[in-house]
């Protein structure tokens, strides 16, 4: 890459399981009424953006927040199943609590952030982060010196982030990662750097609970 891509990255509105801390990985599980309400304000944030392609996990709540910012920006949303969330095996549908009890050991070794881990039917980090920021770098290489969104997953973001910041998977997180706030990378020839992380000012006055459908 001879220019560098500006990349908003963003990751999906909220969903009913999101609320719930249940786990979703690969389950599809579509945008709540208050993740709706979130993926359009995040449209008219970036109304005024240059964008020149839209990106999306191909999983609904992805792509349904995609879809709002390219009816703003009259784009079509391009689906890549490379930025799916982190596969999480058996622990899909299981809330956080859930999980600690039906499955001490694994939790633990899941919450210590053991990159060799894997559920059962699941990635481990090492295969996920090789995953989505292979997919990310493969998307931004047909873009130079251009602005592009890139709207994924919580696990999906904070594999970019610790790429952008040289971070350790392993290592504890002590960024956010908000449902459709806006982030911002460069990506260049020698990788992923870090510009802005959880613009959150767009979502003001929204409600805390989620909005009656």
Do not use: K
């Not at 949303?77 to 930025?83: C, F, H, N, Q, Y």
Request: with cysteine; hydrophobic share 40%.
């Amino acid at each position: 890459m001879d220019e560098a891509t500006r990349v908003i990255l963003i990751r999906h509105g909220e969903t009913t399981w999101n609320r719930a801390t249940r786990i979703q990985g690969h389950t599809d599980i579509p945008l709540s009424a208050l993740g709706q309400a979130q993926a359009e304000r995040l449209a008219q944030a970036l109304a005024d953006e240059s964008l020149t392609a839209i990106y999306a996990s191909d999983l609904s709540r992805a792509r349904q927040t995609a879809e709002a910012v390219a009816r703003v920006q009259r784009l079509p949303v391009r689906t890549d199943a490379g930025l799916r969330e982190r596969a999480f095996g058996r622990f899909e549908g299981l809330s956080w609590d859930e999980i600690a009890q039906a499955h001490p050991e694994d939790a633990l070794r899941w919450r210590r952030r053991e990159p060799d881990f894997a559920v059962g039917g699941g990635e481990s980090l090492i295969s996920f982060s090789a995953r989505c920021v292979a997919a990310a770098q493969r998307v931004v290489a047909g873009h130079p010196g251009e602005c592009i969104a890139v709207v994924a997953h919580g696990g999906v973001l904070d594999c970019l982030y610790r790429a952008a910041t040289r971070t350790a998977l392993d290592a504890p997180r002590s960024w956010q990662l908000g449902n459709a706030t806006i982030n911002r990378l460069l990506a260049t020839a020698e990788g992923f750097t870090l510009v802005g992380w959880n613009d959150d000012q767009h979502l003001a006055g929204l409600p805390d609970d989620d909005i009656a459908s």
